[in-house]
């Protein structure tokens, strides 16, 4: 448990040295995935109005969330690096290779990617050649992100069969100026209920 405390430690605290000097409100809790997560909403020159992004590093993957508010439609990318140099192997038992949801304040799914989605029954896996990337995009439509926007607050996406969860979250469109981008660091042990829910 220490070791993977420490490793957790030391992700969230590379990724702060990396950001820079700036003073940054840093919350941490037990929850749904490890990651940093950088609303850029505010004034920077790398600011996107409506986008969010989180991003962590565990054994020899790099994953990546982006989610954008784009003229009312959501838009979800999850990318999944592989930065080793052997292939890297994930054994899924199902077709389901990855999946994406969207939770409110009390952690019930609201959205989810793969519900009403029919998937093969047979073992499968996904390789990703090393230093190579895969990327999985999902879309909620204008009318279907409009029916839970208000109650949405975090977005997560995984690779199936993993203990990997990435979270972060949804996007606002501010017009405040000169607000300063917030970076939120989760500890994640293990799936929330939702994973697993239908």
């Not at 047979?122 to 208000?150: F, G, M, N, W």
Request: net charge positive; charged share 20%; hydrophobic share 35%.
């Amino acid at each position: 448990m220490r070791k993977h405390f420490a490793k957790i430690f030391t992700v969230s605290t590379i990724a702060l040295c990396l950001m820079g000097t700036s003073t940054i409100p840093v919350s941490a809790g037990i929850g749904t995935g490890i990651g940093i997560s950088i609303p850029t909403s505010g004034s920077s020159k790398s600011a996107s109005p409506g986008k969010t992004y989180a991003a962590f590093r565990a054994d020899k993957l790099t994953e990546e969330l982006t989610v954008e508010d784009r003229h009312g439609r959501l838009l979800l990318e999850f990318k999944v690096t592989n930065v080793g140099d052997a292939p890297y192997t994930v054994s899924h038992r199902n077709g389901q290779v990855y999946d994406f949801a969207i939770l409110d304040k009390n952690g019930k799914a609201l959205y989810r990617y793969s519900n009403g989605m029919a998937f093969t029954q047979a073992l499968t896996s996904t390789t990703i050649a090393p230093h190579q990337s895969v990327v999985y995009q999902a879309e909620l439509d204008r009318k279907a992100y409009r029916k839970l926007k208000d109650d949405a607050v975090l977005v997560t996406a995984w690779l199936t069969d993993t203990p990997y969860v990435l979270s972060t979250n949804l996007p606002t469109r501010s017009t405040a100026g000169s607000s300063p981008a917030t970076i939120h660091g989760g500890i994640i042990l293990g799936n929330g209920h939702w994973a697993y829910d239908d």
